[in-house]
């Protein structure tokens, strides 16, 4: 085929429908979050004091860190997608929530009685945790790959990563609706690791899954 | 100096007319989107030749993947977006791509993080393509391939096409949609 005769063939038809980028994302998110959701319920079940636990700082502080990880993780993911978009000012973004996790963790360890620190950190389900948001984060994993399948990133296995980022924190938002602990130190260590998981699976898997 | 303010002039001529054409296009003006895609064309072509000339038989084929990827992708582009900076990193994504299926990192001379590079020159001499897309296209099932067909080889428009046939103008643009799509997934896997 001559290049002209291409240049004919893709000319038949150039316009687009509209909005099928957002619509996309947000079919995806919706079906991987319900998914998630079910999943938390089936394998761990929701915390029997959730109604005394949102009286408590820590527990919105939880999806606090979560939900801004996630928002930064979509915004990063969706310039990801387009090509020639650079990240910019999503970097911060991202490393925002995490510092300040950090940051407060280590106040509340450098405050507390040394004989506390270590359960601070380890709480009563360090074994657990990481392990449990990867397992929750596997629809929506699935689900960010697919949305991002619709788009075009042209930095595969950051791209992923950034698609496994947003999975992961949005199952760390789930997990959090079952999870019991209440100490920062704890959630700045296993939460964080949680959410890494899918983020490495991604860059990983993202050469592989996102070719176009 | 001031050869560098010729270029720098010619090429934002270039960005603002190619996007004045693809803005039109995809609000569904199909001569103003040929039209973007020649001229896209000769750019793709000088923008390769610049970077393969070890291997100037892959040229045509890139310019053609290239196309076919601008076309399959163009949702998204967003229109505050330079459009330089759109193309180039489709461009560069399919060189690297062919590259690294061929690992040949010795073709690759030049840096590739030249921005202004892709509308800086244009080359309008199509030489033959290597690969034969009509042969991939041929390998389709039916139902990708008849929707192309009729509109390639009979160069009808949507509207003809769908009265040929009796199918609607909507499963036509989506059968041609689909069949597109596979048809670079053909090319992909073919590296």
């Known amino acids: ?212 | 100096m001031e050869r560098t303010k010729a270029r720098d002039t010619r090429f934002a001529d270039s960005e603002r007319q190619l996007r004045e054409l693809l803005v039109k296009g995809l609000g569904g003006d199909a001569p103003a989107y040929h039209g973007f895609l020649k001229a896209l064309s000769a750019h793709l072509r000088a923008y390769f030749r610049k970077r393969l000339f070890q291997r100037l038989d892959d040229i045509e084929d890139l310019v053609q993947e290239t196309l076919l990827a601008v076309h399959n992708q163009r949702h998204t582009y967003q229109t505050e977006q330079p459009l330089t900076a759109w193309v180039h990193a489709i461009a560069r994504y399919k060189l690297v791509d062919l590259l690294r299926a061929r690992e040949a990192r010795e073709a690759l001379t030049d840096p590739l993080d030249d921005e202004l590079e892709v509308f800086a020159a244009s080359d309008t001499d199509a030489a033959d393509a290597r690969r034969d897309l009509d042969k991939l296209l041929a390998e389709l099932p039916e139902h990708h391939r008849l929707p192309i067909m009729h509109i390639k080889l009979e160069g009808l428009s949507v509207a003809e096409a769908a009265q040929r046939t009796g199918m609607s103008e909507s499963a036509v643009k989506v059968g041609v949609h689909r069949g597109l799509k596979a048809l670079a997934a053909r090319i992909r896997d073919s590296l």
């Not at chain 1, 079940?45 to 820590?58: F, H, S």
């Not at chain 1, 991002?148 to 496994?164: D, K, M, N, Q």
Request: one cysteine or more; aromatic letters at 8%.
């Open chain 1, 1 to 212: 085929m001559k290049t002209d005769e291409l240049i004919s063939l893709l000319a038949a038809d150039p316009a687009l429908e509209p909005n099928t980028v957002p619509r996309r994302f947000t079919v995806a998110l919706a079906l991987g979050l319900a998914l998630a959701f079910l999943l938390m319920v089936a394998t761990h079940g929701i915390r029997p004091d959730l109604a005394r636990a949102t009286g408590e700082a820590m527990f919105w502080g939880k999806l606090l860190f979560a939900g801004s990880l996630a928002f930064a993780g979509l915004i990063a993911t969706q310039r990801l997608g387009h090509p020639g978009v650079r990240l910019g000012g999503v970097r911060l973004a991202l490393l925002a929530p995490v510092l300040a996790l950090w940051l407060v963790a280590a106040v509340v360890l450098v405050a507390a009685a040394p004989a506390q620190r270590s359960h601070l950190i380890l709480g009563e389900t360090w074994r657990t945790c990481a392990f449990s948001i990867a397992l929750i984060s596997l629809p929506l994993f699935a689900a960010t790959l697919w949305a991002l399948r619709g788009l075009a990133p042209t930095h595969l296995a950051l791209a992923g990563a950034s698609a496994g980022l947003l999975a992961g924190s949005l199952s760390t938002m789930v997990y959090a609706l079952h999870c019991p602990e209440s100490g920062a130190p704890f959630v700045a260590v296993w939460y964080v690791l949680g959410v890494a998981i899918p983020t490495l699976a991604g860059a990983m898997l993202g050469p592989r899954v996102l070719r176009w």
